[in-house]
């Protein structure tokens, strides 16, 4: 069964450093989503790309974070410098985009950050 | 704006109990709401995928409903297992955009 890859899975780094997240969505997914989520919390919208293209971005912190799909399928999102409060669970996902209703979002295993 | 509720917060229950979660949005303006399950320090699994238009979705012991009027949705688990302890998120999506969550139910299946 298709899914989609997250790496790495843990990643530890001190304030100020940088760190990037990689994701591959299911093959053929136009549309991907990069989430966050803080312990004990619901996760909440980073990023939402359909092919290349940026569609909500609203509540990216755009001073530290940057988000890029160049060719429509794989994605890498970057923070720098990395705070103490962007200690999280990166979580990237994908769906078809059939637009009829039946999108149903598959998650990766997720990217557990933890700034010291 | 979107706001989605969960309660309750946390869940135990004894082996072979059923169970309901319930799942509250205050924007009854939805394309379809799922319900995922989350085990500790892992990504995500849909559960099940109510459209807007459907009234209720079931997969092996697993129903969801959906009351797109009132804003409610429930989760029953039948005859509940402890592999069935795990963190239970239900989402909205608005639209076609990106899914609002709760913040979770952490369910514990006692054996």
């Known amino acids: 069964e298709a899914e989609v890859a997250q790496s790495p899975r843990y990643k530890i780094t001190e304030k100020s450093q940088a760190v990037a997240f990689w994701c591959d969505p299911i093959s053929g997914h136009a549309t991907l989503y990069w989430y966050r989520q803080i312990l004990g919390q619901g996760p909440e919208l980073l990023v939402q790309?359909?092919?290349?293209?940026?569609?909500?971005d609203s509540q990216l912190p755009k001073d530290r974070f940057s988000a890029e799909r160049l060719k429509g399928v794989d994605s890498t999102l970057k923070i720098q410098p990395a705070e103490l409060g962007d200690s999280a669970m990166y979580l990237c996902?994908?769906?078809?985009?059939?637009?009829?209703?039946?999108?149903?979002?598959?998650f990766g295993p997720g990217t557990r950050l933890t700034v010291l | 704006k979107q706001e989605v509720t969960q309660i309750p917060a946390a869940l135990s229950v004894p082996e072979g109990e059923n169970l309901v979660l319930n799942c509250s949005f205050t924007?009854?303006?939805?394309?379809?709401l799922q319900w995922f399950r989350q085990d500790p320090g892992k990504g995500l699994t849909s559960l099940l995928l109510?459209?807007?238009?459907?009234r209720e979705q079931t997969s092996g012991r697993l129903n969801a409903s959906l009351d797109k009027s009132s804003g409610r949705s429930t989760l029953y688990i039948a005859a509940s297992q402890p592999g069935d302890s795990a963190t239970y998120l239900c989402a909205v999506n608005q639209a076609g955009t990106a899914l609002i969550f709760g913040k979770g139910t952490t369910l514990s299946v006692s054996s």
């Open positions: 109510i459209q807007s238009s459907q």
């Open positions: 924007d009854s303006a939805i394309y379809n």
């Open positions: 790309f359909q092919d290349e293209s940026v569609v909500d």
């Open positions: 996902a994908s769906s078809l985009h059939s637009g009829d209703g039946t999108d149903t979002q598959y």
